[in-house]
Structure formats: structure tokens, C-alpha cells
């Protein structure tokens, strides 16, 4: 192993990450023993100390943030019967562990989006609106229940452009809420 190698290795763990080739965000499915620590690094990444970048930068490497965001989404088994926008009683279950961590972020910086999707079934226009109305209904599940401040959350609806299951167009794995985070501008 080379000393290039080594100090990148090394510079790896001391960040907590890869380097990563591509800055496609991780999709992880919701389940019930997904930790608020898990959520809370997946959705508001911390950047390098000063520290962190000194070290790297003796190493010939450059600071940034260098922790990729997450997404996390609804699974399969609670998505969204065909046409509907309502919030399962499972469903809410599963969100209300985002609940804490979004209103110990309301400062961050950042803006949580709820992202809605559809699957094929029904026209373009309908699967749009509906799309829409999923994200919203995860939006106003957390200003609602958990006070969070309609600013730091958006919503918005994607239709059927964005298939998890592209080889069945038409299934409920494609009828789901993505959450994920980004910068406020």
C-alpha cells in the first residue's frame, strides 16, 4: 500500500465517508428500528471542523462538505392505495421518529422536501396532482403533530418520472414520500 493511499484511507475514516465518485444520494427505506441519530446524519450531514481540514489539507486534499445527504422513503408495504393521498396509520407511525429530529433542525439551514410519487396508473395530469397531494399530506402530518414550521418544509410532486419499480410501472412500490434535505437559499 502506497502513502497516497494510506493518507487517503486514513483521511476516509477520520471524515466518516468514502469519497465518493458520484453524488447520487443513498435511498433508504423507513422501518421501525431506524434510529434518530441515523435520520438526523442522513438528512443534516455535519461538515468538516477546521480541524478536520487542516488535516487534510496537510494530507494535499481540499476541504468541503464531503458527506452525502440522504433519502429516506416510505416502504412498499405502506405506500399509498391507488389514487389516495392519505396517511396510513402505519405509515404515520413510522414518520413520527422524523418528527423530533426536523424540530431539533429548524435552524440548520437547510429545508426538508417531501417528494411525492406516483405510479403509471391514470393520466399524466392526475398522477401530478396527486403526487403533489402525497407530499403534502406528509408536510402537513409534521406541522400539524409536531409543530414544525411550514418554511422549513416543502412539498412537491414528481408524478411517475422517478419509478423505484421500473420493471412493473404499475406497482405500489412506486406510490410512495421520499424525504430528503437541502440547502436554503
Known amino acids: ?69 440522504k433519502v429516506f422513503s416510505l416502504p412498499a408495504s405502506i405506500s399509498f392505495g391507488t389514487n389516495s393521498s392519505e396517511l396510513s396509520a402505519a405509515a404515520r407511525s413510522m414518520l413520527a421518529g422524523f418528527g423530533p429530529v426536523l424540530k431539533r433542525n429548524e435552524a440548520s439551514g437547510n429545508k426538508v422536501v417531501f417528494v411525492g410519487h406516483t405510479d403509471i396508473t391514470g393520466s399524466r395530469a392526475l398522477n401530478m396532482r396527486l403526487s403533489q397531494r402525497r407530499a403534502e399530506s406528509v408536510r402537513q402530518y409534521f406541522i400539524r403533530e409536531f409543530g414544525i414550521s411550514p418554511s422549513f418544509v416543502g412539498a412537491i410532486g414528481v408524478g411517475p418520472q422517478q419509478l423505484k419499480d421500473k420493471q412493473n410501472p404499475a406497482s405500489a412500490a412506486n406510490r410512495r414520500v421520499e424525504i430528503t434535505t437541502k440547502p436554503s437559499n
Open 1 to 69: 500500500m502506497t502513502i497516497k493511499s494510506l493518507v487517503l484511507a486514513s483521511a476516509c475514516l477520520l471524515f466518516g465517508t468514502a469519497f465518493a465518485a458520484d453524488n447520487r444520494s443513498e435511498v433508504i427505506e423507513i422501518n421501525d428500528s431506524l434510529a434518530p441519530e441515523a435520520i438526523e446524519s442522513g438528512l443534516f450531514p455535519k461538515s468538516p471542523t477546521a480541524a478536520d481540514c487542516a488535516g487534510a489539507a496537510k494530507a494535499g486534499f481540499t476541504c468541503g462538505q464531503i458527506v452525502p445527504r
